[in-house]
Each structure stands twice: as C-alpha cells, then as structure tokens.
C-alpha cells in the first residue's frame, strides 16, 4: 500500500466539506440540500463512484466551482468519496442537512482552510481517504483577549445574539 497526498486550497470567501457516501443518488440528492438549505447559495459538486465506470458525477449552480470540485475529487480518485464547495454560505447552515442524507456516511471535514487530503492506494488501483489535515499547528491557548474576540466575531457574523 502506498499514501498520497491531495492538496485542496479553496478560493477566497469559498468552504468546502469533504465526505464519504455510498450511492450515485447522493449527487442529486446533496444539490437538492445545499438549494433549499440557503437562500443565493451558490456551489459545486462532485461524487466519485466506486464501482462500474468509476466516473466523477457532478452539479452545481456555479460553474467555477462545479469545475474545481470535478477536478479536486477526480484527483483524490477515492470510491464515494464526496466534494462540496460552497460560496454565500458556511458549512454550519448545511452540515446537519448533508448529514441527513441517507446516503452520507461520514464527514471528513468542513472548512476555508487550505487542506490535505491523506490517501491509501492499493496496488490494484483501489484508493481510500485515510483523513485529513486540516489548518495549521496549534499555537497558543486562548487568553482573555480571544475570548473577547471570540465572542464578538459570533455576535458581528449573527450567530450568537
């Protein structure tokens, strides 16, 4: 078995969520999530099939990132793996409904940060995503100020009152 590794880096004011589900319905069906979820949210998406022609299904209502999230998820290559970039969203206003899709298996990541996505690649072509890295090393412990900060940009952002 041999690891890779695939770098995502989202454009600017763009969050991706990563994840794992198990049928080709769940194209559709994630479109269908992300549309009625948010209001203007606009997105591309991108399943790899495990199995027969092991193509990239895609969608979107964004053709920069449709193409990004085609492209992305063409090079991880994993069998069900999933790829969603969103724009005029945050991954907290659609997470819980993604989850809810009965074809959804897990998540392995929601975020703007850049990210490594860790492969393990058997010697007959059959890839799975071992995790992923996901921001930088931690750096310090909140203090006081942070909080403060903390707080403040929650309230700024409209979720917290």
Aim: with cysteine; hydrophobic share 40%.
């Amino acid at each position: 078995m041999e690891t890779k590794i695939v770098e995502i880096k989202v454009p600017e004011g763009v969050n991706l969520i990563l994840g794992q589900a198990h049928f080709i319905k769940t194209v559709e069906d994630l479109s269908e999530v992300l549309l009625s979820s948010v209001p203007n949210i606009k997105f591309g998406l991108a399943f790899v099939e495990a199995s027969r022609e092991c193509l990239v299904r895609h969608e979107g209502n964004d053709e920069e990132l449709r193409k990004m999230a085609k492209e992305k998820a063409f090079e991880i290559g994993a069998g069900h793996s999933f790829l969603i970039l969103i724009k005029n969203a945050y991954p907290i206003n659609v997470l819980n409904a993604i989850k809810d899709v009965p074809e959804v298996c897990q998540i392995f990541c929601a975020t703007a940060n850049p990210v490594k996505v860790i492969l393990a690649e058997e010697t007959d072509g059959s890839r799975g995503i071992l995790g992923v890295i996901d921001g930088q090393k931690t750096k310090g412990i909140e203090d006081d100020k942070g909080i403060a900060w903390r707080k403040e940009i929650l309230r700024k952002l409209g979720y917290k009152f």
